[in-house]
């Protein structure tokens, strides 16, 4: 409820907000983009599951719309050059999973990692959001859990297969949130948003994601901690 308070506060319209707004904003349109083309090249690698994939993609591109609709709203111009730089090694990891044919890697980049990441900050941004993007950001996230649940249902079902492909790439993937999270930590404290807040609801979604999968208490602290440390 405390950062309910913070919302009347906020100075939608100031220089200072509109500057951290034009990166945290391309960072919403950029993600959205990704998960677009992700789930795209999803299809090739499970073609019994395209046409959902597709929908999921539909869906995404909606998504990217409404957060530039955000933008235009407060009358900012998202940095598209540092929010493409910011996703550039889930991006490239995740094209180099999925040249390989590694479906598992590309599942936990995208329907873990970066639905996770999207869910924690939409949740966290939401009660200090401006009004027209509150309802825009409040309908997204619904969406998102979808988006999670596909991931986790296909992992779940092929989990035994699965189970050390989806360790070795949260070792590699993992420690890039965190690297996120530090660099737009500033610019989402001007936006009401804390970096502690962030962290601990991506750690809750992503901690529940790997349980519904199959992995144990242990397996998930475990698989947690990895580059924690530079949170």
């Known amino acids: 409820m405390q950062q309910l308070e913070l919302s009347p506060e906020l100075d939608y319209k100031s220089d200072v907000y509109k500057d951290a707004y034009s990166r945290i904003n391309a960072i919403v349109i950029e993600g959205e983009e990704e998960a677009n083309a992700n789930y795209k090249s999803l299809t090739e690698l499970i073609p019994d599951n395209a046409e959902e994939l597709v929908k999921l993609a539909k869906m995404e591109n909606r998504h990217k719309k409404g957060f530039q609709a955000c933008g235009r709203n407060l009358e900012v111009t998202p940095d598209m050059a540092f929010a493409k730089e910011f996703f550039s090694d889930l991006h490239r990891n995740f094209q180099e999973a999925s040249e390989k044919g590694n479906l598992v890697t590309c599942l936990l980049i995208q329907s873990l990692i970066i639905e996770c990441f999207a869910i924690s900050a939409y949740n966290i941004y939401i009660p200090v959001a401006d009004d027209f993007a509150r309802k825009i950001t409040?309908?997204?996230?619904?969406?998102?859990?979808?988006?999670?649940?596909?991931?986790?249902?296909?992992?779940?079902a092929n989990f035994e297969t699965s189970k050390d492909e989806l360790e070795e790439a949260n070792r590699q993937n993992l420690p890039i949130v965190w690297r996120m999270l530090n660099e737009v930590e500033k610019d989402a404290k001007i936006l009401g948003m804390e970096k502690d807040a962030l962290v601990e609801d991506f750690m809750i979604s992503y901690g529940e994601a790997l349980?519904?999968?199959?992995?144990?208490?242990?397996?998930?602290?475990?698989m947690s901690a990895y580059g924690l440390t530079a949170a």
Not at 141 to 156: A, P, Q, R, S, T
Not at 216 to 222: E, F, V
């Open 138 to 156: 409040e309908g997204v996230v619904k969406d998102e859990y979808l988006h999670l649940n596909f991931g986790e249902e296909w992992l779940k």
């Open 211 to 222: 349980s519904n999968i199959g992995f144990t208490t242990r397996d998930i602290m475990r």
